[in-house]
């Protein structure tokens, strides 16, 4: 719970977590490395300097490291653990659910743990993803197009064996698909980051909900035009939010964009943990104003209301999560950690 | 021609070539890591860019335009160009340097040239710089009817009182006379994509239309602009 120097409260669902092994034992080549390195980058890219972590604690971390950055500095009350396998570059995953599912077992009130699918899996994925419904009751799921598996450099949302996995998440009551697009796919003459097969899939399966990690960026401009025709496509900030600190101006823009496009109802508050910490981006999300020139250009407006929308509101719904049933959930069990 | 008239000479070529999706040049953008011209003429460029997945076809593109650009100084007597830490470094700098096609150098992996990928990317730039000229113009009391009928020839001739008026209009009338019947003086100076005149009667929604590409542009400058420097720090390069 996070509550403004103005008094006013805010319960906040990080649409974005991990807990990753990126360290130089787990991974299997270069590309591997390379993956770390790259997120590692976006870290100081983006974060105030108090905030940067030394490389080795970047590239792994504890369980209790991350719920105390969460829970304890973060002023989180809920968040959503998004699995990236990449089973291809790191030895026992960068990410898994498996991974993932440690924090849910340690800290079950504060996680909503997602699985994956990979439509390349054909049949044995179709398994594993009933397995993952079995085990740990999932109501979402993270796709990343860009993971390479084998020969194989991506896949897309429209490709047959997908529309497969995403009926099959209609049967299991996997409500939520997030996705995330990323740098490579197949053939390489077209544009990687294009965001035109979700608009497919949004239209194909109106009783899914597809969350957009990264607003589509670098696609800002393709995603607001399909979420505009699609209902059921919502916007994950992680990546966009963080330029609060280094870049207010683009934010403004970003956001008052968003909130034109979509509305406050569509939009998600992601940190995006551990790339950066949700303390410093909630203290200056909730600070933030547009600035008046950005207002008249949009005509759109970052009100306490929306704030509370895109922090937590939009998560609970999407999530069929009560937000007062859950405030007290935490608080016994935080009254229960403290007598043990 | 000493070495350093040739090595300018050089730079000059780079600015001229555009990071295709981000709409600005390699020298603008500190892609450019290092710079030789050796006893032999031969140019030596080696290129870094924000993150070791930035898309290949892109990375192919500025490569092959940038050694196509060199070799069009009548001094040079061969150009390398080296993509440093890149997924694909090693097959974009062979397909480079062999002066293959895209389609050669990822012979299992593209289905077609990058026309219309590079296309696409020129329409979004027309769009982005026509948003940045129109709204300097409409700050300086343009209304959008004046707008709509000017001509690429009044809009050459405003003495702007400021340097980046000027920077906008060359940058726009560039990407104008990209487009169809752009070439010409008397057309109209602002059009959308497909030639036909500014809806006046939807404005504001035109107006949102091309702010979209603007801000993702903008945004994505600024993105691989603090990655690059995550990554290689500060140094802007030569």
Same mark, same amino acid.
């Given at each position: 719970?996070?509550?403004?120097?103005?008094?006013?409260?805010?319960?906040?669902?990080?649409?974005?977590?991990?807990?990753?092994?990126?360290?130089?034992?787990?991974?299997?080549?270069?590309?591997?490395?390379?993956?770390?390195?790259?997120?590692?980058?976006?870290?100081?890219?983006?974060?105030?300097?108090?905030? *940067?972590?030394?490389?080795?604690?970047?590239?792994?971390?504890?369980?209790?490291?991350?719920?105390?950055?969460?829970?304890?500095?973060?002023?989180?009350?809920?968040?959503?653990?998004?699995?990236?396998?990449?089973? =291809?570059?790191?030895?026992?995953?960068? $990410?898994?659910?498996?991974?993932?599912?440690?924090?849910?077992?340690?800290?079950?009130?504060?996680? &909503?743990?997602?699985?994956?699918?990979?439509?390349?899996?054909?049949?044995?994925?179709?398994?594993?993803?009933?397995?993952?419904?079995?085990?740990?009751?999932?109501?979402?799921?993270?796709?990343?197009?860009?993971?390479?598996?084998?020969?194989?450099?991506?896949?897309?949302?429209?490709?047959?064996?997908?529309?497969?996995?995403?009926?099959?998440?209609?049967?299991?009551?996997?409500? $939520?698909?997030?996705?995330?697009?990323?740098?490579?796919?197949?053939?390489?003459?077209?544009?990687?980051?294009? *965001?035109?097969?979700?608009?497919?899939?949004?239209?194909?399966?109106?009783?899914?909900?597809?969350?957009?990690?990264?607003?589509?960026?670098?696609?800002?401009?393709?995603?607001?035009? &399909?979420?505009?025709?699609?209902?059921?496509?919502?916007?994950?900030?992680?990546?966009?939010?963080?330029?609060?600190?280094?870049?207010?101006?683009?934010?403004?823009?970003?956001?008052?964009?968003?909130?034109?496009?979509?509305?406050?109802?569509?939009?998600?508050?992601?940190?995006?943990?551990?790339?950066?910490? /949700?303390?410093?981006?909630?203290?200056?999300?909730?600070?933030?104003?547009? /600035?008046?020139?950005?207002?008249?250009?949009?005509?759109?407006?970052?009100?306490?209301?929306?704030?509370?929308?895109?922090?937590?509101? $939009?998560?609970?719904?999407?999530?069929?999560?009560?937000?007062?049933?859950?405030?007290?959930?935490?608080?016994?069990?935080?009254?229960?950690?403290?007598?043990? | 021609?000493?070495?350093?008239?040739?090595?300018?000479?050089?730079?000059?070529?780079?600015?001229?070539?555009?990071?295709?999706?981000? =709409?600005?040049?390699?020298?603008?953008?500190?892609?450019?890591?290092?710079?030789?011209? =050796?006893?032999?003429?031969?140019?030596?460029?080696?290129?870094?860019? /924000?993150?070791?997945?930035?898309?290949?076809?892109?990375?192919?593109?500025?490569?092959?335009?940038?050694?196509?650009?060199?070799?069009?100084?009548?001094?040079?007597?061969?150009?390398?160009?080296?993509?440093?830490?890149?997924?694909?470094?090693?097959?974009? $700098?062979?397909? *480079?340097?062999?002066?293959?096609?895209?389609?050669?150098?990822?012979?299992?992996?593209?289905?077609?040239?990058?026309?219309?990928?590079?296309?696409?990317?020129?329409?979004?730039?027309?769009?982005?710089?026509?948003?940045?000229?129109?709204?300097?113009?409409?700050?300086?009391?343009?209304? /959008?009817?004046?707008?709509?009928?000017?001509?690429?020839?009044?809009?050459?001739?405003?003495?702007?009182?400021?340097?980046?008026?000027?920077?906008?209009?060359?940058?726009?009338?560039?990407?104008?006379?990209?487009?169809?019947?752009?070439?010409?003086?008397?057309?109209?100076?602002?059009?959308?994509?497909?030639?036909?005149?500014?809806?006046?009667?939807?404005?504001?929604?035109?107006?949102?239309?091309?702010?979209?590409?603007?801000?993702?542009?903008?945004?994505?400058?600024?993105?691989?602009?603090?990655?690059?420097?995550?990554?290689?720090?500060?140094?802007?390069?030569?």
């Amino acid at each position: 719970m996070y509550k403004a120097p103005n008094g006013e409260e805010f319960f906040i669902i990080d649409g974005h977590v991990h807990l990753w092994d990126g360290s130089p034992e787990n991974q299997r080549n270069i590309h591997g490395a390379q993956f770390i390195n790259c997120f590692y980058d976006y870290h100081k890219a983006l974060s105030p300097a108090d905030y *940067v972590w030394p490389k080795p604690k970047f590239d792994r971390y504890s369980p209790e490291t991350m719920y105390n950055d969460l829970f304890v500095e973060g002023y989180d009350d809920m968040a959503v653990l998004l699995p990236t396998y990449l089973t =291809d570059f790191y030895k026992n995953g960068f $990410n898994t659910t498996e991974q993932n599912s440690r924090m849910k077992e340690l800290y079950p009130e504060r996680f &909503i743990l997602n699985g994956a699918f990979d439509p390349r899996d054909g049949e044995a994925g179709l398994d594993y993803l009933e397995s993952l419904v079995d085990k740990y009751k999932i109501k979402g799921v993270k796709l990343y197009t860009a993971e390479w598996r084998g020969e194989s450099k991506g896949y897309k949302l429209s490709d047959p064996w997908a529309q497969r996995y995403l009926e099959k998440c209609e049967k299991l009551g996997i409500k $939520n698909i997030h996705v995330h697009k990323g740098p490579t796919i197949l053939p390489l003459n077209r544009d990687a980051f294009d *965001v035109a097969d979700i608009d497919d899939a949004a239209t194909s399966f109106p009783n899914l909900n597809f969350i957009v990690e990264h607003v589509g960026l670098p696609r800002l401009d393709d995603f607001c035009w &399909i979420a505009v025709q699609e209902p059921n496509v919502y916007g994950g900030l992680a990546v966009a939010i963080p330029f609060i600190h280094s870049r207010p101006g683009y934010f403004a823009h970003v956001i008052s964009e968003l909130l034109f496009w979509l509305g406050e109802d569509r939009l998600v508050y992601a940190s995006d943990y551990a790339i950066w910490h /949700p303390r410093w981006i909630i203290e200056k999300f909730v600070a933030f104003e547009l /600035p008046d020139e950005v207002r008249k250009e949009t005509g759109v407006n970052l009100s306490t209301q929306a704030k509370k929308k895109i922090l937590g509101e $939009n998560l609970a719904r999407l999530y069929g999560l009560d937000i007062e049933k859950q405030k007290s959930l935490l608080k016994a069990s935080g009254q229960k950690r403290a007598a043990s | 021609m000493d070495k350093e008239a040739k090595l300018s000479a050089v730079r000059a070529k780079l600015a001229a070539v555009l990071d295709p999706e981000l =709409d600005e040049s390699l020298t603008e953008l500190g892609f450019i890591e290092s710079l030789d011209v =050796d006893a032999d003429d031969r140019v030596h460029v080696r290129v870094r860019l /924000p993150t070791y997945w930035c898309a290949a076809n892109f990375a192919f593109m500025m490569a092959s335009d940038a050694r196509e650009r060199i070799a069009e100084l009548p001094w040079v007597n061969g150009v390398t160009i080296d993509l440093a830490e890149h997924f694909y470094s090693e097959r974009i $700098n062979q397909g *480079v340097q062999q002066g293959s096609s895209f389609v050669a150098a990822f012979a299992d992996e593209a289905s077609a040239e990058l026309d219309e990928l590079r296309a696409i990317f020129r329409a979004k730039a027309f769009e982005r710089r026509q948003h940045e000229m129109m709204r300097y113009l409409m700050t300086r009391t343009y209304s /959008p009817e004046a707008l709509a009928k000017m001509t690429v020839e009044e809009l050459s001739a405003i003495a702007f009182d400021d340097a980046e008026g000027d920077r906008l209009r060359r940058r726009y009338l560039e990407a104008r006379a990209e487009r169809r019947d752009g070439a010409s003086s008397k057309t109209k100076a602002f059009v959308q994509l497909d030639g036909s005149p500014l809806p006046l009667d939807k404005f504001p929604d035109y107006l949102a239309r091309v702010r979209r590409s603007w801000l993702a542009t903008q945004v994505n400058g600024a993105m691989c602009r603090s990655l690059l420097e995550a990554r290689y720090g500060g140094a802007k390069g030569p």
